[in-house]
Nanobody
């Protein structure tokens, strides 16, 4: 089993930056893909970015050029650097992990997910 614990959320003004972290515990050697999803109140869950064990990355169009996903060499910590934040980025951000190749947009195909960390961007 794997546990994912997010941190780093908070409140920031538009144009600001935040860095989210996700610590993975347990059988992390089994993980091949990790990523971030987000969900705003009243909206569907939206995938944000993913990264695989070879450090290949993929981003949603809505965050491309502003967000950067990364992981440490041991693959135990996942990060999301968020720059030029917009009010529409306000959401609960959840870390996810999968034992197979990355899948965009399919939260249900991820084996593990964290409790989430809230990001609020004010105008």
């Amino acid at each position: 089993q794997v546990q994912l614990v997010e941190s780093g959320g908070g409140s920031v003004q538009a144009g600001g930056s935040l860095r989210l972290s996700c610590a993975a515990y347990g059988y992390t050697y089994s993980l091949y893909c990790m990523g971030w999803f987000r969900q705003a109140p009243g909206k569907e869950r939206e995938w944000v970015a993913v990264i695989d064990s070879d450090d290949n990355t993929n981003y949603a169009d809505s965050v491309k050029g502003r967000f950067t996903i990364s992981q440490d060499s041991a693959k135990n910590n996942l990060y999301l650097q968020m720059n030029s934040l917009k009010p529409e980025d306000t959401a609960m951000y959840s870390c996810v992990a999968r034992t197979n190749s990355c899948v965009r947009g399919r939260f249900d195909l991820y084996n593990y997910w964290g409790q989430g960390t809230q990001v609020t961007v004010s105008s």
